[in-house]
Protein backbone atom coordinates (compact mmCIF):
# COMPACT_ATOMS: atom_id res chain seq x y z
CA UNK A 1 0.00 0.00 0.00
CA UNK A 2 1.09 3.58 -0.88
CA UNK A 3 1.82 6.07 1.30
CA UNK A 4 1.66 4.54 5.12
CA UNK A 5 5.81 3.71 4.82
CA UNK A 6 7.41 5.29 7.44
CA UNK A 7 4.83 6.96 8.85
CA UNK A 8 4.30 6.47 12.63
CA UNK A 9 1.02 4.80 14.00
CA UNK A 10 -0.39 5.24 17.63
CA UNK A 11 -2.66 1.91 18.04
CA UNK A 12 -4.09 2.62 21.35
CA UNK A 13 -5.59 -1.50 21.97
CA UNK A 14 -3.27 -3.32 20.19
CA UNK A 15 -2.09 -5.68 22.42
CA UNK A 16 -4.89 -8.28 21.15
CA UNK A 17 -7.46 -9.23 18.12
CA UNK A 18 -7.68 -6.06 15.39
CA UNK A 19 -5.60 -4.04 17.12
CA UNK A 20 -2.66 -6.35 17.34
CA UNK A 21 -3.29 -7.74 13.56
CA UNK A 22 -3.58 -4.10 13.00
CA UNK A 23 -0.08 -3.43 14.40
CA UNK A 24 1.33 -5.84 12.40
CA UNK A 25 0.04 -5.10 8.70
CA UNK A 26 1.21 -1.19 9.37
CA UNK A 27 4.32 -2.91 10.53
CA UNK A 28 4.45 -4.93 7.63
CA UNK A 29 3.73 -1.91 5.22
CA UNK A 30 6.79 -0.02 6.26
CA UNK A 31 5.32 2.06 9.41
CA UNK A 32 6.88 2.43 12.71
CA UNK A 33 4.39 1.61 15.44
CA UNK A 34 3.49 2.33 19.38
CA UNK A 35 1.74 -0.40 20.57
CA UNK A 36 -0.47 1.09 23.95
CA UNK A 37 -2.08 -1.85 25.97
CA UNK A 38 -2.86 -2.35 29.36
CA UNK A 39 -1.93 -5.89 28.72
CA UNK A 40 1.58 -5.47 29.29
CA UNK A 41 2.56 -9.27 28.11
CA UNK A 42 -0.19 -8.60 24.92
CA UNK A 43 1.61 -5.00 24.09
CA UNK A 44 5.23 -6.74 24.17
CA UNK A 45 4.40 -10.03 22.41
CA UNK A 46 2.98 -7.72 19.13
CA UNK A 47 6.07 -6.01 18.93
CA UNK A 48 8.58 -8.65 19.77
CA UNK A 49 7.06 -10.52 16.80
CA UNK A 50 6.71 -7.18 14.70
CA UNK A 51 10.68 -6.40 15.62
CA UNK A 52 11.42 -10.13 14.76
CA UNK A 53 10.10 -10.14 11.21
CA UNK A 54 11.95 -7.07 10.48
CA UNK A 55 10.18 -4.23 11.31
CA UNK A 56 10.00 -1.36 13.70
CA UNK A 57 7.59 -1.37 17.04
CA UNK A 58 7.48 0.01 20.28
CA UNK A 59 5.00 -1.37 22.97
CA UNK A 60 3.86 1.05 25.71
CA UNK A 61 1.68 0.07 29.00
CA UNK A 62 -0.84 2.59 29.34
CA UNK A 63 -4.38 2.82 30.20
CA UNK A 64 -6.98 4.48 28.18
CA UNK A 65 -8.74 6.05 30.92
CA UNK A 66 -5.87 7.84 32.54
CA UNK A 67 -5.37 11.46 31.52
CA UNK A 68 -1.57 11.17 32.11
CA UNK A 69 -1.31 7.73 30.60
CA UNK A 70 -2.49 9.02 27.19
CA UNK A 71 -0.09 11.99 27.49
CA UNK A 72 2.50 9.80 27.92
CA UNK A 73 1.39 7.47 25.36
CA UNK A 74 2.06 10.34 22.19
CA UNK A 75 5.23 11.06 24.00
CA UNK A 76 6.31 7.94 23.91
CA UNK A 77 5.60 7.78 19.97
CA UNK A 78 7.58 11.22 19.68
CA UNK A 79 10.76 10.43 21.47
CA UNK A 80 11.06 7.14 19.90
CA UNK A 81 10.53 8.51 16.15
CA UNK A 82 10.45 12.10 16.12
CA UNK A 83 6.83 12.75 15.32
CA UNK A 84 3.04 11.27 15.45
CA UNK A 85 1.42 10.69 12.05
CA UNK A 86 -1.63 8.61 12.92
CA UNK A 87 -3.71 7.08 15.59
CA UNK A 88 -6.18 3.47 15.69
CA UNK A 89 -8.38 3.62 18.63
CA UNK A 90 -9.17 -0.03 18.67
CA UNK A 91 -9.17 -0.55 22.80
CA UNK A 92 -12.47 -1.76 23.91
CA UNK A 93 -13.61 -2.86 27.69
CA UNK A 94 -14.55 -6.38 26.41
CA UNK A 95 -14.39 -8.31 29.89
CA UNK A 96 -16.53 -10.61 31.10
CA UNK A 97 -17.24 -8.24 33.87
CA UNK A 98 -18.01 -5.50 31.55
CA UNK A 99 -19.46 -5.83 27.83
CA UNK A 100 -20.04 -9.70 29.51
CA UNK A 101 -22.68 -8.32 32.13
CA UNK A 102 -24.30 -5.20 29.69
CA UNK A 103 -28.04 -6.20 29.39
CA UNK A 104 -30.74 -2.90 28.42
CA UNK A 105 -31.47 -0.12 29.85
CA UNK A 106 -33.53 -1.30 32.15
CA UNK A 107 -31.28 -3.81 34.01
CA UNK A 108 -27.98 -2.97 33.39
CA UNK A 109 -25.41 -2.59 36.68
CA UNK A 110 -24.15 1.22 36.62
CA UNK A 111 -21.23 0.16 36.97
CA UNK A 112 -21.03 -1.54 33.71
CA UNK A 113 -22.48 1.58 32.50
CA UNK A 114 -19.77 3.44 33.64
CA UNK A 115 -17.29 1.95 33.03
CA UNK A 116 -18.14 1.22 29.29
CA UNK A 117 -18.59 5.16 28.50
CA UNK A 118 -14.96 5.48 30.77
CA UNK A 119 -13.33 2.88 28.67
CA UNK A 120 -14.61 2.94 25.15
CA UNK A 121 -15.29 7.05 24.46
CA UNK A 122 -13.91 8.82 27.14
CA UNK A 123 -10.31 7.05 26.40
CA UNK A 124 -10.45 7.65 22.80
CA UNK A 125 -11.62 11.47 23.66
CA UNK A 126 -8.22 11.41 25.80
CA UNK A 127 -6.36 9.95 23.15
CA UNK A 128 -7.80 12.24 20.22
CA UNK A 129 -6.67 15.27 22.77
CA UNK A 130 -2.84 14.13 23.13
CA UNK A 131 -2.59 13.06 19.64
CA UNK A 132 -4.01 16.27 17.19
CA UNK A 133 -1.64 18.76 18.17
CA UNK A 134 1.21 15.90 17.69
CA UNK A 135 -0.63 15.34 14.06
CA UNK A 136 -0.27 19.27 13.45
CA UNK A 137 3.02 19.67 14.28
CA UNK A 138 3.52 16.91 12.31
CA UNK A 139 1.49 18.98 9.56
CA UNK A 140 -1.18 17.10 9.16
CA UNK A 141 -2.45 13.30 9.83
CA UNK A 142 -5.20 10.25 10.19
CA UNK A 143 -7.00 9.27 13.43
CA UNK A 144 -9.30 5.96 13.13
CA UNK A 145 -11.69 5.02 15.73
CA UNK A 146 -13.21 1.50 16.03
CA UNK A 147 -17.19 1.50 16.64
CA UNK A 148 -19.54 -1.53 15.82
CA UNK A 149 -21.70 -2.55 13.47
CA UNK A 150 -24.87 -2.33 16.53
CA UNK A 151 -24.27 1.23 16.20
CA UNK A 152 -25.84 1.06 12.69
CA UNK A 153 -28.69 -1.59 13.26
CA UNK A 154 -29.11 -0.95 16.94
CA UNK A 155 -28.98 -4.00 19.53
CA UNK A 156 -31.82 -5.49 22.07
CA UNK A 157 -29.01 -5.83 24.49
CA UNK A 158 -25.85 -4.07 25.63
CA UNK A 159 -27.08 -0.59 26.15
CA UNK A 160 -24.06 0.73 27.36
CA UNK A 161 -21.27 -0.63 24.90
CA UNK A 162 -23.75 0.71 22.36
CA UNK A 163 -24.28 4.07 23.59
CA UNK A 164 -20.51 4.39 24.00
CA UNK A 165 -19.78 2.97 20.30
CA UNK A 166 -22.35 5.31 19.31
CA UNK A 167 -20.61 8.42 21.41
CA UNK A 168 -17.65 7.42 19.21
CA UNK A 169 -19.20 8.88 15.88
CA UNK A 170 -19.82 11.94 17.02
CA UNK A 171 -16.75 12.52 18.39
CA UNK A 172 -15.33 11.63 15.10
CA UNK A 173 -17.13 13.98 13.44
CA UNK A 174 -16.54 16.55 15.58
CA UNK A 175 -12.58 15.96 14.40
CA UNK A 176 -12.78 15.54 10.91
CA UNK A 177 -15.31 18.96 10.94
CA UNK A 178 -12.50 20.92 13.65
CA UNK A 179 -9.28 20.25 12.01
CA UNK A 180 -10.17 18.65 8.44
CA UNK A 181 -8.52 22.02 6.97
CA UNK A 182 -5.31 21.66 8.72
CA UNK A 183 -5.00 18.01 6.93
CA UNK A 184 -6.36 16.01 9.82
CA UNK A 185 -8.96 12.97 8.94
CA UNK A 186 -10.90 11.31 11.55
CA UNK A 187 -12.85 8.34 9.75
CA UNK A 188 -14.91 5.28 11.86
CA UNK A 189 -14.42 1.33 10.70
CA UNK A 190 -17.69 -0.27 12.01
CA UNK A 191 -16.26 -4.35 12.35
CA UNK A 192 -18.98 -6.58 11.81
CA UNK A 193 -18.27 -10.25 14.23
CA UNK A 194 -14.85 -10.50 13.85
CA UNK A 195 -13.40 -14.25 14.95
CA UNK A 196 -11.06 -12.22 17.92
CA UNK A 197 -10.19 -14.86 20.96
CA UNK A 198 -12.26 -12.58 22.89
CA UNK A 199 -15.62 -12.21 19.93
CA UNK A 200 -15.07 -15.69 20.69
CA UNK A 201 -15.87 -15.97 24.22
CA UNK A 202 -18.41 -13.52 24.34
CA UNK A 203 -20.26 -14.79 21.31
CA UNK A 204 -21.86 -18.48 21.57
CA UNK A 205 -21.71 -20.43 18.68
CA UNK A 206 -25.76 -20.56 18.77
CA UNK A 207 -25.98 -16.43 18.45
CA UNK A 208 -23.00 -16.64 15.69
CA UNK A 209 -25.49 -19.43 13.61
CA UNK A 210 -28.25 -16.74 14.25
CA UNK A 211 -25.65 -14.24 12.42
CA UNK A 212 -23.95 -15.93 9.63
CA UNK A 213 -27.01 -15.88 7.26
CA UNK A 214 -27.73 -11.86 7.59
CA UNK A 215 -24.38 -11.35 5.83
CA UNK A 216 -23.61 -11.86 1.67
CA UNK A 217 -20.45 -13.25 2.95
CA UNK A 218 -20.09 -17.58 3.52
CA UNK A 219 -17.93 -16.35 6.41
CA UNK A 220 -17.10 -14.09 9.90
CA UNK A 221 -14.69 -11.27 10.05
CA UNK A 222 -11.17 -12.06 10.36
CA UNK A 223 -8.74 -9.55 12.26
CA UNK A 224 -6.41 -8.88 8.99
CA UNK A 225 -9.90 -8.33 7.34
CA UNK A 226 -10.34 -4.85 9.33
CA UNK A 227 -6.11 -4.46 10.10
CA UNK A 228 -6.34 -4.12 5.75
CA UNK A 229 -8.96 -1.12 6.18
CA UNK A 230 -7.54 0.64 9.09
CA UNK A 231 -4.19 0.69 7.20
CA UNK A 232 -5.94 1.85 3.79
CA UNK A 233 -7.73 4.92 5.98
CA UNK A 234 -4.33 6.22 8.07
CA UNK A 235 -2.51 5.82 4.56
CA UNK A 236 -2.12 9.03 1.59
CA UNK A 237 -4.04 6.74 -0.07
CA UNK A 238 -7.67 7.75 1.90
CA UNK A 239 -6.56 11.77 1.81
CA UNK A 240 -10.13 13.12 0.63
CA UNK A 241 -12.04 10.27 2.86
CA UNK A 242 -12.94 12.45 5.89
CA UNK A 243 -15.90 12.05 8.50
CA UNK A 244 -17.11 8.52 7.46
CA UNK A 245 -17.78 4.90 8.65
CA UNK A 246 -16.62 2.11 6.72
CA UNK A 247 -18.64 -1.03 7.81
CA UNK A 248 -16.13 -3.99 7.31
CA UNK A 249 -18.83 -6.68 8.14
CA UNK A 250 -19.19 -9.01 5.10
CA UNK A 251 -22.30 -7.19 3.54
CA UNK A 252 -24.61 -7.41 6.85
CA UNK A 253 -28.04 -5.32 6.04
CA UNK A 254 -28.33 -5.80 2.33
CA UNK A 255 -31.99 -7.65 1.22
N1 LIG B 1 -14.38 -8.68 17.39
C1 LIG B 1 -15.59 -8.29 17.00
O1 LIG B 1 -16.44 -9.08 16.58
C2 LIG B 1 -15.95 -6.82 17.06
C3 LIG B 1 -17.17 -6.40 16.51
C4 LIG B 1 -17.51 -5.06 16.57
C5 LIG B 1 -16.63 -4.15 17.15
N2 LIG B 1 -15.46 -4.58 17.68
C6 LIG B 1 -14.56 -3.58 18.30
O2 LIG B 1 -13.26 -3.78 17.79
C7 LIG B 1 -12.31 -3.47 18.80
C8 LIG B 1 -11.35 -4.64 19.01
O3 LIG B 1 -12.08 -5.79 19.33
P1 LIG B 1 -11.34 -7.19 19.62
O4 LIG B 1 -12.30 -8.25 19.36
O5 LIG B 1 -10.01 -7.20 18.93
O6 LIG B 1 -11.18 -7.06 21.23
P2 LIG B 1 -9.97 -7.30 22.21
O7 LIG B 1 -10.55 -7.42 23.57
O8 LIG B 1 -9.09 -8.40 21.70
O9 LIG B 1 -9.13 -5.93 22.10
C9 LIG B 1 -9.34 -4.84 22.94
C10 LIG B 1 -8.01 -4.38 23.51
O10 LIG B 1 -8.23 -3.24 24.34
C11 LIG B 1 -7.39 -3.36 25.47
N3 LIG B 1 -7.90 -2.55 26.58
C12 LIG B 1 -9.01 -2.79 27.34
N4 LIG B 1 -9.13 -1.86 28.31
C13 LIG B 1 -8.08 -1.01 28.15
C14 LIG B 1 -7.65 0.15 28.85
N5 LIG B 1 -8.31 0.61 29.92
N6 LIG B 1 -6.54 0.80 28.42
C15 LIG B 1 -5.84 0.32 27.37
N7 LIG B 1 -6.20 -0.77 26.67
C16 LIG B 1 -7.30 -1.43 27.07
C17 LIG B 1 -7.41 -4.85 25.79
O11 LIG B 1 -6.34 -5.22 26.65
C18 LIG B 1 -7.34 -5.45 24.40
O12 LIG B 1 -6.00 -5.67 23.99
C19 LIG B 1 -13.08 -3.07 20.05
O13 LIG B 1 -13.19 -1.66 20.08
C20 LIG B 1 -14.44 -3.72 19.81
O14 LIG B 1 -15.47 -3.02 20.47
C21 LIG B 1 -15.10 -5.89 17.66
Redo the contacts with the bound molecule.
Sequence with gaps: MRGIKDKVIIV?????????ATARRLAEEGAKVVV????AD?ASAVTDAIRAAGGRATAQV????EDESCADLVATAVKAYGQVNGLFN?????SQNTLGRDTTVVDVPLEVWRRSLE??LT?YFLTARHTIPALLAAGGGAIVN????LVLYGDRNRVA?GAS?SGILALSKHIALGWGKENVRCNVV??????????QEL?SPQYRDEVLPRLCSPRF?R?ED?ASAVTFLLSDEAEWINGHVLPVNGGRGLG
Excluded: H, M
Design positions: AGGGSGIGAGDINGFDITVAADTVNGTISGYKAPGLTLTENSNGPL
